[in-house]
């Protein structure tokens, strides 16, 4: 894979949390805001030793990783896990908003076939599409708030009182974020100065969640309770101009969103599986099959896969970076003192 | 035979020998002038290709001369020597010392000398075939720049270059490839402004070519743009010096083709497109203005049939109520389907551009008043075509012209638009685009991304791209494409 740049490191992230945010289910409320921005702090924080890690001299993840092959494999699961969430996700937006598509299978077959087809591309073809695709949601969210701005009722947004469900609304949130994972793995593509990519990630991902959260509750008001996917339903009450509705807009940016997201689920997918078994062929076909039927089964039997992907993101995004900085730095201290010790040696012989 | 073959064929020294040699090359051609002649005693050949250059000036500088020429002691050796080192009959003076160096130069417009006992031939530079003179060029009309562009005549081309750049480090290098053609090629960037690597890099892959003949930049071009699955150009052309001199002080490499008027430049970005001579000569917010409608028609041209038929067929309460019943009257009574009625209207305009461009102008244009005026007309009054879709589709070509260098990709992308737009709506509209968004991304040779400096962006270049900057600005950039290098 390519290197990357600070900038396409932030758009990447940053596309994939807006998708996410746009998909949300999630019913927003003071106490979803105030959890939201301490689950974004928290991750932060977290994502200190994933820099540290990384500052280390010669530091490749790919060489290094925690319990070898056993340790991608973990990481591929994480990813198959998160693709069939995002095909999930694309299955209930396309039974909420109007998908001009048969069912919703042939929804996600349409979309797993043209993610395969950019998957193809060199990651660098992603990078760059992350920025122009942010681009267009953040010109998006422009004409959101435009619209909005009419319609807000500031009354609507009730203070939180509830430390309880704050801490559960910030668990619940740090839960469903699968973006510090992939940002570990996206950070030994990245370029130096590493901080400042992840730094304009996590401050840009909490201005984004607040502001689609306090635009959904202030234009909402008690409607939001009735709605399932609250960031279409403000769009279509927020239109900005009275002649022509800006719905469209919204489906582009979700379908572009979604496109970006799922193929970066799938390439970092393809490249794990790869080095896991390096002779293995159609790896990124067999990774959006996997996707794809995983979906299928959580569509069918309803299962919410939230528990496992709170586990799994606390072990790849927390243990296993802290786990390898602290072997990082006891063996440099390591080969410290057995250098010094060594010369020290070198020095009395010659005495 | 193959030239390469006659490279390890040395010149005969005998005269009658060496003549026999060159008429069996040659095969009895019809073009080749032989003239036998006695200079100071000694049995000489002076030959040429007819047509291919001045008889006044052969006769002038080369025949007036020879036959003044007066030798102490004469012998073949001394009078080739004597012509070579003592007599400028010429200024562009090779030897050819084996049959693949004399038939190019022959060929090529050359009047040879061969002298009896002489391993050697000399050449003269005399070449005066006809061709066009510099004209206006017709594909990159300008209002305010230069009105002259580049020939089929390569010597003639890296004149026009030379002319605007006169610093040495502007460098123009000639090589020959086509067994066959024998074509010349030229290889000019600004030795300052590329790194060597990348020239040889485009060398490497030039010289990978082995076609037998090099007749337009269409052979070319594949070879130094090796990705193959690209919807896009990442090589650019152009037929004016202007244009391309501001490409080679702005790091970029050229290649110009014997025979083909117009030059490759490497690499080329997306946003060079919507660059003219005229936007430089403008005030620069009128240019910025200019660029921006350029922008627009780009995205009108590609996407407002698709997004109409989208509209229409899927999602109707877009449309304000107005619309939609201007849309609905006009609509009910087409005999055939949107999608249908979509891609037929924009296929007969490629058929009737296609008939205009390949008849003879006269008839060309009468094919595109029969088109565009009966055709048309005829189709709306009798029901067949609804008049919003023809507008719809007259607005998105005409957008197209705007960006001609784009036109082989707006094309076929309005087309695959119209049937994702038709079948999925916007949803497939927006599928699409990102399979187009992530092929554009893809696109670029030699390191240097085809969609920057937008993606990945540079925010120094965006002064000559979101707007027009004025040459106060510019002067102090210095701006070459290596910054955007990768």
Redesign the interface.
Known sequence: M?KI?N??LFSVLFSVKAFSLICSGVTPDASQMAGAAISVIAQYLLAVPMIMLYKHDGFSLKKEMLFGKFGKLLYALFFIICGAVSFNRLWGVSKSV????DSSLA?SV??AA?CL??AS??F???S??S???SGIFIFTAAILILGAYSKADLANYIPATDFGSVIHSAVRNFCSSGELVMLFILLEFSSADRHKGVTAFFTGSLILTELIYIIEITVLGKIINLTDFPFFTAGAFSQPFS???A??LY??A???LC??TV?LQLVLTSVLVKEIIPDLKYNTLLSVILMLGLSALLNSTGADLSPVMGVLIIMLSVVIPVIMLIRRIYNEKKTGADGSNASAMRVQSQN | MKPTELKNQTILPDLSDNLTRIKDIAGGSSDLLINEIEVCGIKVALMCCEGMLSTSTITELILHPLMNIKLENPSPAALLTHIDTKMLLSVDRPIAYNYEDFFRLLNSGFAMLAADGQDRILAFGVQGYDKKGIDEPSGENNITGSHDGFIEVIRSNMSLIRRRMKSPVLVQKLFVMGDKSQTDMCICYMSDRVPSSLVEKIMDSIEKMDLESVLSTGYVQPFIEPDKKRLFNSVGRTERPDVLCSKLIEGRVAILVDGNPFALIIPKLWSDDFQTVDDYNFKPYFATFIRWLKYGAFLISILLPSLYVAIAMHHPELLNSTLLLILAESEQNAPFSIIAETVGVLLMYEIIKEAGLRLPKAVGGAVSIVGGLIIGDAAVNSGLISTPLLTVAALSVVSGFVVPDLSQAITVLRIVFIICGGIWGIFGISLFGAAVLFNMCATGDYGFPYTAPISPFKAKTMGDIAVREGFRKMQNNNFTVEELHE
Do not use: E, G, W
């Open positions: 390519n740049s900038l396409q109007y998908f001009p598509v929804c349409i979309l043209v087809y950019c591309m060199k660098s073809a992603l760059r599409s920025l122009i695709i002649i022509q509705r719905d469209s489906m582009i979700f379908t572009l496109v970006l193929t």
